[in-house]
């Protein structure tokens, strides 16, 4: 059988029925399955100048660092990331105008002095609104370790001193060192420390001075007084003793450091002249 003729063709499609299949036509040649073609190679895009009016194509950008050309004779040495240089010290005028926060950051981060070994500066307690403050020279070892100055049996006899005259580092008394790091020698021992550390270290009392507002310095041993004073450090405490002094506008008086006292007892008697003396000149509230 050929194939369906249109009548019957027609009588199934009224009925939904479509044919499975149809004659082919005689003439109708079946192509032949063909190869898929190779695809073939993209010509390259041939570059073309801008037309007339148009604006030229941006220029690629290549995002590299140049390298600085390294000074005849030397290495070239790739700076560590997160590496940068220590902020220089502050300067003085920088000091006057530090409150209580900025002051103690500078003093823990001080580079003036080449201390040797690890720098553990010690920082001034006691009554930040004070009528006295007691200035010791430079940080020992008992400071170091305590993490305050005047430590150990020093600072229990100077609490007791101070107790002989209705004062306290609690209540209204400020204590500080002067040189706020420990003077070590080269094999670790602490050493006398030298004029330009004390001259270093200055201005951070000064600045401690002016903030907690007392009207008398009390200093402790020869170091801090001669410092203060102006004078060379070696020069005996006798020179100094006995009068009353001015540091900025303050009075000042001068006494042993409690550290001889305890060597030395019969200056107990000299150090009770000089509270009696700083006493009478106090020049702070109350």
Known sequence: MNGISPRDAAFLAEMGIA???SARAADAAVPAAAEPAQAAEAPAPVARGPRPGEPAPPAERVFSMPSPAPAPGSA?????WGDEAPAPPPSEAEIAQMDWRALNAAIATCTKCACKGERKPVLGNGARAALWMVAAGATTAADEQAREPLAGDPGKLLANMLAAVQLSRDENVYVTNLIKCRPTSANGGERAPSADEAAACRPFLERELALCGAGTVLT????????LLGKPLAEPLAGARGSVHRLNGVALVATLHPGELLRRGADKALAWADLCLAKSADAGPG
């Open 19 to 21: 044919p499975l299949w």
């Open 76 to 80: 070239i040495v790739e700076p560590a």
């Open 220 to 227: 402790m041993g020869q170091i801090a007084a001669n410092a």
